[in-house]
Structure formats: structure tokens, C-alpha cells
T-cell receptor, first 111, second 115 residues
Framework: QKEVEQNSGPLSVPEGAIASLNCTYS??????FFWYRQYSGKSPELIMS????GDKEDGRFTAQLNKASQYVSLLIRDSQPSDSATYLC???????????FGSGTQLTVLP | TAGITQAPTSQILAAGRSMTLRCTQD?????MYWYRQDLGLGLRLIHY???????GKGEVPDGYSVSRANTDDFPLTLASAVPSQTSVYFC??????????????FGPGTRLTVL
């Protein structure tokens, strides 16, 4: 089982809709969770971090964490074509203490 | 503020040759990292350094070496390149080497092709 799993997509949503990106992780003692956005040919850019159960909102982005279900998600409200990118989920596990990335979900927002 | 710079931007290298990828950060971050990104495999950690003078192995360290002589620089060396090392290489840094609040920030990357 991969340590961090994401649906590879591609995920397509119309402009203005809510995009929902999901991630599960295997290490029960994981403490920190991050979402990165990566445009084609560019480097990953940190957009959200979340450390405790519940929701964290930043502008149009909301991260949701459920440690009991080992699940973290990213919601993008009022999706824009400029949100089209690959979104990477990353987790700091309890043992290695290093960041482990999922393989990413490709999102396309259709005008 | 430049953040993290990497050089070169891209390189074509003959198999068997050596090469050093350069990474410099100006954020006075303690920790630095090297990742490679391959289609379908995501980002994988090669080596890391929690603080100047120390280094550690990541998930895929074979064929690579690193050094951390000072806070700002973290070069990655391929002693004898092989085609399987064709990849995009990203350098990253974070304020703390370990711990829960380890937000990492990435450089622009180096695209390496080994023929």
C-alpha cells in the first residue's frame, strides 16, 4: 500500500464549480498535511497546510482533515481556469519525519 | 528575495559523466532537500540535510551524493550518470529540519537528460 494515495484523475470541473481533491494516508501517527499546486513544467508551490482535525480556510481554498479516517481533502470554490494544475498531497509521518508525496491529481477547470 | 535558485535549468549529459546540480537558498533555512520527479512516480526524496554539516539518505539515494558545507548551499553530485537518472530534480528548503511544522519550499528545478 502506498503511503499517500490520491486519485490520479484527470478531474474536470466547469468554471465556477467546486473542485474536490482527496487524499488518504497510511501512517496513523502522521501529524502534518500539505497541499501543493504544480503547474505544468513548474515547481510545486505550497498552498495549504493543516495540522489538526477539521477545516482550514484560505480564500477560495479549504483543507479538511479527518485523522480517524486518515483522510485529507482540498476544496476549491469558484474554480477558475487558472486553477488548472496538478495538486499534490504531502504528509509528514510519525517515523521518518520526512515529507511523503502522493502522485498528484490533475485538475482541469473548463471555461 | 530570490528564495531558492537552482542551476543549471536543464542539461543533457552523456552516460558515465559526472555532474553537480547546484542549489542555493537565501532564506536562512536550516534544512534542505533534493527530490526527483518522474512521471507516475511522483516526488521522491534523494538526500536531505537538517542543518549545515549533516546529511541523510532519503528514499532513492543510490548514485547520488550531497554535501552541506554552509547554510545556503546544498549541491547534488552524480558521480557516474546513468540513463535511469534522467529526471527533473527539485531542491527544497524548510526552516526546521524535522518536526511537525515542516513547510517545504521548492526551487525551480533542473531537467536532466542522461543519454
Amino acid at each position: 500500500q502506498k503511503e499517500v494515495e490520491q486519485n490520479s484523475g484527470p478531474l474536470s470541473v466547469p468554471e465556477g464549480a467546486i473542485a474536490s481533491l482527496n487524499c488518504t494516508y497510511s501512517d496513523r501517527v502522521s501529524q502534518s498535511f500539505f497541499w501543493y499546486r504544480q503547474y505544468s513544467g513548474k515547481s510545486p508551490e505550497l498552498i495549504m497546510s493543516i495540522y489538526s482535525n477539521g477545516d482550514k480556510e484560505d480564500g477560495r481554498f479549504t483543507a479538511q482533515l479527518n485523522k480517524a479516517s486518515q483522510y485529507v481533502s482540498l476544496l476549491i470554490r469558484d474554480s477558475q481556469p487558472s486553477d488548472s494544475a496538478t495538486y499534490l498531497c504531502a504528509v509528514i509521518g510519525g517515523s521518518a519525519r520526512q515529507l511523503t508525496f502522493g502522485s498528484g491529481t490533475q485538475l482541469t477547470v473548463l471555461p | 528575495t530570490a528564495g531558492i535558485t537552482q542551476a543549471p535549468t536543464s542539461q543533457i549529459l552523456a552516460a558515465g559523466r559526472s555532474m553537480t546540480l547546484r542549489c542555493t537558498q537565501d532564506m536562512r533555512h536550516n534544512a534542505m532537500y533534493w527530490y526527483r520527479q518522474d512521471l507516475g512516480l511522483g516526488l521522491r526524496l534523494i538526500h536531505y540535510s537538517n542543518t549545515a554539516g549533516t546529511t541523510g539518505k532519503g528514499e532513492v539515494p543510490d548514485g547520488y551524493s550531497v554535501s552541506r558545507a554552509n547554510t545556503d548551499d546544498f549541491p547534488l553530485t552524480l558521480a557516474s550518470a546513468v540513463p535511469s537518472q534522467t529526471s527533473v530534480y527539485f531542491c527544497a528548503s524548510s526552516a526546521a529540519g524535522q518536526g511537525a511544522y515542516n513547510e517545504q519550499f521548492f526551487g525551480p528545478g533542473t531537467r536532466l537528460t542522461v543519454l
